[in-house]
């Protein structure tokens, strides 16, 4: 079913929203400039593009709450950490649904759930809001998420109005028939046209074929470990436990677990001291392989949706799809120079 | 296995000395239950939480036919390692596991068996010899090949002479003797000459630090080993155990579930040793 939502009452859907689940996240401006997802507090919104920061913060937090130890005379009393606060999620653009999806296969399907992230998956109502241009850097039509999925409702920008497309019954329930109209209007077309565009075919194949293939390290000779890439990817999942003490308390302590990043050193580092990927060119071609080559051969899909971040991020301007298409367009021979040849 | 995430509550049962840095902790689960149905496969790690300080993956040193307790062979090299030395006896640990994939010992009946160690590498390849021992009428001779750097740090000299009593070909060597040290000195490829048996049917099990698994590898294919007739435990950063963290990738595979054994054919296209 489509509706129909006046710009000037947009806000009063907000505020509604807000109301009814408390906490309503929106695409806006930090106090630094950049963009990101934060919680609606009648702040002006960020609506022309995709974010700079992802909505990765409120499904895999960059620092999260696993455990919580507390001893008890010569006992252990040990807590699970669960987050059921129902919140809604608005504005997150196409490839950002795809993003959540990609980690579902790891986090819900493939070895049974992981409460941590399904806990907020679960009470999360996702409101997407479709792109009517195309951004600097993406290329989600390469990699075929230009269209939201797994979303309750889908916004489409027209001018005066949204254009609204209910998905779930969930969604639907969001829809305040003193706001929205039914309409039988045909959707907008939401063609968009990337700039950047990456030969998929065969692609993780091809890349883990070409371990050994120049472009690597001639990439990653400028490459700086900062680690922006990483952070700002919606899809760079990778963490570290730590555990730490409660201040003041002397018998309880807590687990975190913590994003990590594989552009560092210590992220191999095992006891001993013995790094196993020492160089920048090794931790590059980690990120990029991991993003089309082993997430694929585990969950059947590339982890990477095609947002452009972490080349608009990069400040050297490392762009995954230049090294994707130099491999695509100029493999070694195989024979000659892969991975089983050189042992 | 036993939960993904949480840690389930274990008491240390006992704690010997092996080396200056090294002990061996003896644990079981609070849960009585949980104890009777625990199982495990040699070769296999678990994940032990010391409460304030952190997790870390060790794999299992006692017997697979053994399961009353646990053991765990732990060398005192980082922060949560340290804070395991100081625990003492009736203290309680998290663990979690078993995880990833250990020896397919009911695949090698009838053969002969070669273990190759390095240092604390012996610890996990203990967990097979025992089980080794058990069944000893399935298999036909035992060698366990064993190299570490000075005579201090010779783990399980009980062991040894119990394995020599049952007529195994136990080899020591190591990097620097002192003057009571009358072995072997040398790296543990150096003993590959006084091991005779045909390459044709012998397992090799192998567990040390990344070069001496290399250079064993090299040394056995050229003395006629086929890669299927070898598997290796290799040691990497993990923190969840479950192929969430990706700390252990290891080219298109993950230690912690797809290892950490390995079969040396696999091993032979995994980028191992990456610049």
């Known amino acids: 079913m489509n509706y129909i939502l006046k710009k000037e009452d947009f806000p009063k859907f907000l505020e509604l929203l807000k109301k009814k689940f408390g906490k309503v996240i929106v695409p806006a401006k930090n106090e630094t400039g950049a963009t990101c997802f934060q919680s609606y507090s009648g ?58 999806s990609t980690l579902d296969e790891l986090f819900i399907k493939f070895l049974g759930e992981d409460n941590f992230y399904s806990d907020k ?53 969001l829809l305040d028939p003193t706001l929205f109209k039914h309409t039988s209007d045909a959707e907008p077309s939401s063609k968009i ?98 993003k089309f080559s082993y997430y694929k051969k585990y969950h059947g899909m590339h982890l990477c949706v095609g947002c452009g971040r972490c080349i608009t991020a990069c400040p050297v301007k490392i762009s995954l799809v230049d090294i994707a298409n130099k491999i695509q367009k100029h493999p070694l021979e195989f024979q000659k120079h892969s991975l089983e040849a050189k042992k | 296995m036993i939960t993904p995430e949480k840690p389930l509550l274990a008491e240390i049962i006992s704690i010997s000395q092996d080396t200056s840095d090294t002990k061996t902790f003896e644990v079981g689960f609070v849960d009585k239950k949980l104890q009777k149905k625990f199982s495990f496969m040699p070769g296999q790690f678990m994940m032990i939480s010391v409460f304030g300080f952190g997790e870390f993956p060790i794999s299992i040193s006692s017997s697979p036919y053994k399961t009353n307790s646990i053991k765990f062979t732990i060398v005192n090299v980082g922060n949560v390692t340290n804070a395991m030395h100081k625990l003492k006896k009736g203290e309680q640990i998290g663990l979690r596991g078993p995880f990833g994939t250990g020896f397919p010992l009911q695949k090698f009946r009838k053969k002969n068996i070669l273990f190759v160690s390095g240092g604390c590498g012996l610890a996990p390849l203990r967990s097979a010899i025992y089980a080794v021992q058990e069944k000893k009428s399935e298999f036909g001779k035992i060698s366990v090949l ?33 003057k009571n040290w009358k072995g072997n000195t040398g790296v543990v490829t150096g003993l590959f000459k006084q091991v005779n048996f045909s390459p044709e049917n ?74």
């Open chain 1, 43 to 100: 702040q002006e919104l960020f609506l022309e593009s995709r974010t700079d920061f992802s909505a990765k913060e409120f499904f895999r937090p960059a620092k999260e709450k696993m455990f919580s130890f507390k001893k008890k005379s010569s006992s252990f009393e040990v807590k699970s950490e669960h987050d059921n606060t129902k919140k809604v999620l608005f504005g997150i653009r196409p490839c950002g649904t795809h993003a959540l």
């Open chain 1, 121 to 173: 998956r679960k009470n999360t109502i996702i409101i997407a809001l479709q792109c009517n241009e195309a951004c600097e850097n993406g290329f989600c039509t390469s990699m075929g998420t230009s269209q939201a999925s797994g979303h309750d409702l889908l916004f489409i920008e027209r001018g005066h109005d949204f254009f609204v497309r209910a998905e779930t019954k969930q969604g639907t329930d």
């Open chain 1, 193 to 290: 046209e990337c700039k950047n565009e990456l030969d998929i075919e065969g692609l993780g194949e091809n890349l883990y074929a070409n371990f050994n293939h120049s472009v690597w390290k001639e990439e990653s000779e400028r490459c700086l470990s900062c680690t922006s890439c990483t952070q700002s990817c919606p899809t760079c999942y990778c963490y570290t436990s730590n555990d730490e003490f409660v201040f003041g308390s002397g018998t309880e302590s807590e687990r975190f677990r913590v994003l990590d990043s594989c552009q560092l050193q210590r992220f191999t580092k095992v006891s001993g001291n013995h790094v196993f990927r020492p160089s920048r060119e090794g931790r590059l071609r980690q990120f990029v392989l991991h």
């Open chain 2, 202 to 275: 012998t397992i090799v099990m192998i567990c040390g630090p990344s070069v001496m698994i290399h250079f064993s590898l090299i040394e056995l294919r050229k003395k006629g080993f086929r890669n299927e007739q070898m598997f290796a435990s290799l040691e990497r950063l993990m923190q969840c155990g479950v192929g969430y963290c990706s700390h252990c990738n290891i080219g298109n595979k993950y230690s912690c579930i797809d290892g950490p054994v390995f079969n040396a054919k696999d091993l032979e296209k995994l980028p191992v040793k990456e610049n």
């Open chain 2, 146 to 178: 064993f190299g570490c750097k000075t005579p201090e740090n010779v783990l399980f000299n009980e062991d040894m002479n119990q394995w020599q009593k049952e007529n195994f070909n136990v080899l020591s060597t190591v990097d620097y003797p002192n």
